[in-house]
């Protein structure tokens, strides 16, 4: 299995609370990349980082910012959680440059409960 | 939103009966990926594919990329309670580092 994990693993908040999920890997992949899971829509990119520093905005990008200050560190924060936020978070790696062979594999998720 | 359609959207088989599952796009793809995911866990990268026709096993699962480049087949020979869970397809066309998903095909399994 890939060195991926995801702190917490469960989360319960309230709506207008600020949260943090943590993505930590040991890989020292150059892209990481957080998704959300929801019944009816599958995995969705939120947002992805292709280096300590860099990142931009995925499919489903509003509400949530991201930061990475280390290689092997990946922050997704909800400034104010809303109960549509409410979902199973997952943190995937890559190694490569997103060209022909793009692989990405994932963490084991953490699931947020937005009361 | 997903522009992959993968079919079918649930499977209830008997224990040793083989499965077959695939994934179709209107758009063209150059790399096609399967993933299991289990009840609680993540997506485990089951198999790979990086050319078009290109028919990759691993153990009790294959997997082809499609000759278009526009689908991808995953079958699962012999299949035991284990194989359950969720299984997705996904493609990836070398503009950006952006995964297009599936939407799964629930897999259960009667012993």
């Known amino acids: 299995d890939a060195g991926i994990t995801q702190s917490p693993r469960h989360k319960v908040t309230e709506t207008g609370t600020p949260v943090t999920l943590r993505c930590h890997q040991t890989?020292?992949?150059?892209?990481m990349y957080w998704y959300r899971q929801d019944p009816g829509h599958g995995l969705r990119l939120i947002h992805y980082?292709?280096?300590?520093?860099?990142?931009d905005k995925g499919e489903v990008s509003d509400g949530y910012s991201v930061s990475r200050s280390k290689t092997e560190d990946f922050l997704l924060t909800l400034e104010s959680a809303t109960s549509s936020q409410t979902s199973v978070y997952f943190c995937?790696?890559?190694?490569?440059?997103?060209?022909?062979?793009?692989?990405?594999?994932f963490g084991p998720g953490t699931r947020l409960l937005v009361l | 939103g997903q522009q992959l359609n993968q079919s079918p959207q649930s499977m209830f088989i008997q224990e040793g009966e083989d499965v077959s599952m695939n994934c179709t796009s209107s758009?063209?793809?150059?790399?096609w990926l399967w993933y299991k995911q289990e009840p609680g866990e993540g997506p485990v990268l089951l198999i790979a594919?990086?050319?078009?026709?290109e028919l990759t096993s691993n153990g009790r699962l294959t997997a082809q990329f499609g000759i278009t480049r526009k689908d991808s087949f995953l079958n699962i020979s012999a299949s035991i309670p284990s194989d359950v869970g969720i299984y997705f397809c996904?493609?990836?066309?070398?503009?950006?580092?952006?995964?297009?998903f599936g939407g799964g095909t629930r897999l259960m399994v009667k012993p």
């Open positions: 980082s292709y280096g300590v520093k860099d990142t």
């Open positions: 995937a790696i890559s190694d490569n440059s997103g060209g022909p062979q793009e692989t990405q594999y």
């Open positions: 890989e020292n992949h150059r892209y």
């Open positions: 594919l990086y050319k078009a026709g």
């Open positions: 758009s063209i793809f150059n790399t």
């Open positions: 996904a493609g990836h066309r070398n503009a950006g580092n952006m995964l297009t």
